[in-house]
């Protein structure tokens, strides 16, 4: 099993920043990708943003410029630096990790953290 802790969200302004982290645990081995998604209220769940093997990182158009994905490999932790946040980026964000065992795909979610942007 993997266990996902995220942090870092909150109440911010329009044109404010934050940074989420979320720090895996367990059986954290066969790690292709680790991402960040979001999920505002009566919309679906949307990628924001994810990180490959060989940090090859890709972005939601909306967020591209603005946000940016890091991951530490040694603290098997990825962060998501916000910047220029606008009231649409308000939503729940949520961590994932999609690990690859013999040959099986998983998906593992944190328990999602809420960010608002608001004046």
């Known amino acids: 099993q993997v266990q996902l802790v995220e942090s870092g969200g909150g109440l911010v302004q329009p044109g404010g920043s934050l940074r989420l982290s979320c720090a895996a645990s367990?059986?954290?081995?066969?790690?292709?990708?680790m991402g960040w998604y979001r999920q505002a209220p009566g919309k679906r769940r949307e990628l924001v943003a994810a990180i490959l093997s060989g940090d090859i990182t890709n972005y939601a158009d909306s967020v591209k410029s603005r946000f940016t994905i890091s991951r530490d490999n040694a603290k098997n932790t990825v962060h998501l630096q916000m910047n220029s946040l606008k009231p649409e980026d308000t939503a729940v964000y949520y961590c994932?990790?999609?690990?690859?065992?013999?040959?099986?795909?998983?998906?593992?979610w944190g328990q999602g953290t809420q960010v608002t942007v608001s004046s």
């Open positions: 994932n990790v999609h690990q690859v065992v013999a040959g099986s795909h998983y998906d593992h």
């Open positions: 367990g059986t954290i081995f066969s790690i292709t990708r």
